[in-house]
Nanobody, 116 residues
């Protein structure tokens, strides 16, 4: 059983929107923080947004005002709503869950491509 499964990526024109989903299974207890990261070719992985089970959120400056992270605790799913997409947002987006103080989980990633 794969703990994190992302979906929702794809190809979109600049200015468009996408919503990513991350289904969490088997590890939904003692979660400390959930988040989305991204990695573009030739670049380091970077944080996009995080959310705690209590709803506290944090965003990278580059996505503030355009992206919204949310979670449905009943469905064990984390979402990333991405609006006003730019070509610079093109990357593989990865779901991340930190459980307790040392357990870190990553999804397999979903490709987001924004054309100009």
């Amino acid at each position: 059983q794969v703990p994190l499964v992302e979906s929702g990526g794809g190809l979109v024109q600049a200015g468009g929107s996408l919503r990513l989903s991350c289904a969490i299974s088997g590890i939904s207890f003692k979660i400390r923080v959930m988040g989305w990261y991204r990695q573009a070719p030739g670049k380091q992985r970077e944080l996009v947004a995080t959310i705690t089970p209590g709803g506290d959120t944090n965003y990278a400056d580059s996505v503030k005002g355009r992206f919204t992270i949310s979670s449905d605790n009943a469905k064990n799913t984390v979402y990333l709503q991405m609006n006003s997409l730019e070509p610079e947002d093109t990357a593989v987006y990865l779901c991340n869950v930190v459980r307790g103080y040392s357990d870190v989980y990553w999804g397999q990633g979903t490709q987001v491509t924004v054309s100009s």
